[in-house]
């Protein structure tokens, strides 16, 4: 089953930094754009970046461009969010996804057109 394992949740204090992974299970990645969305506690889910496949373009949230950067590496197969500059209002269970590669009409920050999810991995920031 086609799925994803996230890691590299934790608890940091405010202005600390994190670096999520973003591993397939079932699949490999090269031929996938990759997003990765957070969704806080009482809060809707939400688009946090995305990496092409094609040229890894990247794509950011306005509430995270200058503190977070994604990167993709396909030999290992893996994506990553490097999370600086952490505030309180970052804590959320953060979740990456894709969707199959002949869909169309979405950009790969909209979570509802993503097919394929892992279970999270959750992020505390303290204050």
């Known amino acids: 089953q086609v799925h994803f394992v996230e890691s590299g949740g934790g608890l940091v204090q405010s202005g600390g930094s994190l670096r999520l992974s973003c591993a397939p299970s079932?699949?490999?990645?090269?031929?996938?754009?990759i997003g990765w969305f957070r969704q806080a506690p009482g809060k809707e889910r939400e688009g946090v970046s995305c990496i092409s496949s094609a040229d890894s373009s990247t794509y950011y949230a306005d509430s995270v461009k200058g503190r977070f950067t994604i990167s993709r590496d396909n030999d290992k197969n893996t994506v990553y969010l490097q999370m600086n500059t952490l505030t309180p209002e970052d804590t959320a269970v953060y979740y990456c996804?894709?969707?199959?590669?002949?869909?169309?009409?979405?950009?790969?920050?909209?979570?509802?057109?993503?097919?394929?999810w892992g279970k999270g991995t959750l992020v505390t920031v303290s204050s």
């Open positions: 996804a894709t969707y199959e590669p002949e869909k169309s009409g979405f950009t790969c920050l909209d979570d509802y057109a993503m097919d394929y």
């Open positions: 079932g699949f490999t990645l090269d031929y996938y754009d």
